[in-house]
Structure formats: C-alpha cells, structure tokens
C-alpha cells in the first residue's frame, strides 16, 4: 500500500507503508494529446488544463516519495491553567509517521525558547499518554538533562536533536524509549527521554550513555530518576537510581 496521508482514524500505520516501484518516464508530448477523451490544450498556449485524474496521479506520486519512520509519534501540548486539573491543561495536537510530516510539524510550532513559562511539550509513541500514570509509563523513568534559562539556542538543538535520535531509531534499546519531554520552567528547562522499564538495568545505562555520545554533552550531566519517586517527592528532592 502507498501512504496517501490521513484515513479515517487519522493516520496510516507507518507498518503498512511499502515503496512501488514506478515504470518508465511519461512521454510528456504523446500523454498532452489525448486523456480520457479529453482534449488536452497544446501548442504555444500557457494555460495547460490537466484532467482530474491527471492531477490525482500527479499527487499520488508526491505522496509515495514520503519516507516512513518505525512508529507513529504524537505531538503534545501542556500549559498551565489554575482553572483546570492537569489531564485538561494537556492536548493532543497531531501525529506524524513520516520525516517530511514530522518537519511540517516541528517547523510550524514555537522553539521551546519561545514557549511562556510553565508550558511542555511532548512527543510520544501513539497510543502512549505522556504521564506517568499510563500502563505503558508507570513501571518506567526518565534521563534527565536540567539547562538553565540563558542557554536557550542551545535547549533547542538538544530538543530537535533528541527527538531526531528517538524517531529514527538511533538508540540500541529503541524498543524502551516511550517518549521526549521539554519543561519549560523559571529557574531552568529540563529534557527528559522516557523509558518503560526502570528495572531494565543494561537498557537504561545503554540508553543513557547513547544520549551522551550523540548529543555530544561531554561533561553535562544527566541522571535517572524512577518515576515511582518522582510520584512521592518533587524537585531536587527526588533520588537519582543513576548519573553519567
């Protein structure tokens, strides 16, 4: 099946998505003839009117040069709201299971240098909710790297760059990563890149040491926490199982 974009649930399975191999070129001169019947103008004339299966073809062919990723992702939005408990402050804004659709999204949002005080963001695997309550989070945790305020060019190259890592598959242990986070607070922002098992111990380190070495963070440090703990204690309270 080629991806044609968006069906009734929203999204084709990236699984579904295959490559055709299409035939040899169109002779442009011979198809302006005659299609379907319909005269085609030709000859000096500008204005060439193409059929309206002409025009399908045409952007069919557009589609099928879409390249897939792995997994659907979900792109979501958190902004803190005194009127509302925490599940409504939080919105799913799209999806996305191709790279061109991934940088129509991240192109068309705000850098989270631009986002106001007390606003996240999050990118997770779809049917995945990015709170530690969800089935697939609540036995899990999270890497996390703290930037203070002035660094703010820099906070958005480790974003984009972190998520680039995640959707494409660049870590040993892809199978464990949930999700990407971005907090975005008065004092300092903080990354997070979720996993689904905290007791998963070669897969953690491995993931941790990847984030490293590809983000390039040399001596910034980044810690682990469980999100069991971060359930029962806040801020800096909160233990640290691992450090690198």
């Not at 193409?50 to 879409?66: Q, V, W």
């Amino acid at each position: 099946m080629v991806y044609t974009g968006f069906e009734s649930n929203g999204m084709q399975n990236a699984e579904e998505t295959e490559w055709v191999q299409y035939g040899e070129p169109i002779d442009w001169e011979r198809g302006l003839t005659v299609y379907d019947g319909v005269d085609v103008i030709s000859g000096d004339e500008q204005d060439l009117k193409l059929s309206k299966n002409r025009m399908m073809s045409l952007i069919d062919y557009e589609l099928a040069m879409k390249h897939p990723i792995q997994h659907t992702w979900t792109l979501w939005h958190w902004e803190n709201d005194r009127t509302k408990c925490w599940t409504e402050m939080l919105s799913d804004v799209t999806s996305f299971n191709t790279v061109e659709d991934f940088f129509s999204v991240y192109y068309f949002i705000k850098p989270p240098s631009d986002l106001k005080i007390f606003n996240d963001y999050m990118v997770f695997k779809a049917g995945v909710r990015p709170m530690w309550e969800d089935d697939v989070n609540k036995e899990g945790g999270r890497w996390i790297m703290l930037f203070d305020k002035a660094s703010g060019k820099f906070i958005d190259k480790m974003w984009h760059d972190l998520i680039l890592c995640m959707i494409g598959e660049c870590f040993q242990y892809s199978n464990e990563i949930c999700g990407v986070v971005i907090n975005v607070r008065h004092k300092a922002n903080k990354l997070s890149l979720w996993t689904k098992n905290s007791r998963n111990v070669q897969a953690i380190l491995s993931i941790g040491r990847q984030m490293k070495e590809l983000l390039h963070l040399g001596e910034l440090e980044i810690h682990y926490q469980v999100h069991k703990d971060a359930m029962v204690q806040h801020g800096p309270n909160v233990h640290a199982l691992y450090r690198m």
